[in-house]
């Protein structure tokens, strides 16, 4: 028994309409640079955090910084270290050229940001002094500007937490709670890179003459 074909031609019965079938030729593709570019910003975002710090070290100035007391209780939380320095009160800074104005803008602009100018000790080991403050980071051979910012009461330059090694914790925590118990105040300094835009990062801190790595 033969098969017959249906007619063709202008006689042909309307053919039913068959879904389409898409196959790797036919889907639409989206362009490479879409899925690339966000990655590779997000990837430089990233980047950027570790790689600036990395610049301030190798480039920075070394700069001691006196600590102020603190609550042992408050000085180790989790894997760091927390400090607060005698620049990061305001009763310290607030005798000094040019606080008047920085104070009255940075409070007035939320965020804003100033510098404090350190000025190098007689002594080599000891702690820079504050000499005034500025929102240009203009100094002398002798200075570093030390970027800060006014949050609440206090000042603050991203230096008041530090990670340290779980081998070292209780050691540092020790050091430091025995010299605020013994009335050295002077005895918890830190040392850090500065660079030319006032971007500081931690290096190592000193408890007496004890020297603790970052």
């Known amino acids: 028994m033969t098969s017959k074909r249906l007619p063709s031609g202008p006689g042909q019965a309307p053919s039913i309409n068959q879904p389409q079938v898409l ?20 990837t430089a975002l990233i980047l950027s955090v570790p790689a600036q710090a990395i610049y301030t070290q190798l480039t920075g100035r070394t700069v001691i910084l006196q600590t102020a007391p603190v609550d042992p209780y408050d000085l180790l939380r989790g894997y760091s270290v927390t400090l607060g320095y005698d620049i ?75 990670y340290i090694p779980e081998a070292l914790r209780e050691q540092i925590n020790q050091d430091i709670s025995q010299a605020q118990q013994d009335s050295q105040k002077h005895a918890v300094r830190v040392e850090v890179k500065v660079d030319t835009q006032g ?9 007496d003459n004890r020297n603790y790595h970052f």
């Open 199 to 207: 971007r500081a990062v931690p290096i190592s801190i000193w408890v």
């Open 23 to 42: 196959t790797r030729n036919t889907i639409p593709l989206m362009p490479v640079w879409r899925l690339w570019v966000p990655l590779l910003m997000q």
């Open 88 to 162: 990061s009160r305001p009763e310290t800074l607030q005798h000094l050229p040019g606080w008047k104005q920085v104070n009255d803008e940075s409070i007035s602009a939320a965020g804003s940001s100033f510098y404090v100018i350190l000025e190098a000790p007689t002594a080599t080991d000891g702690p820079w002094k504050p000499v005034g403050l500025s929102h240009v980071p203009t100094v002398t051979p002798n200075q570093v500007a030390l970027k800060g910012r006014f949050t609440g009461n206090q000042i603050t330059y991203g230096l008041e937490t530090y």
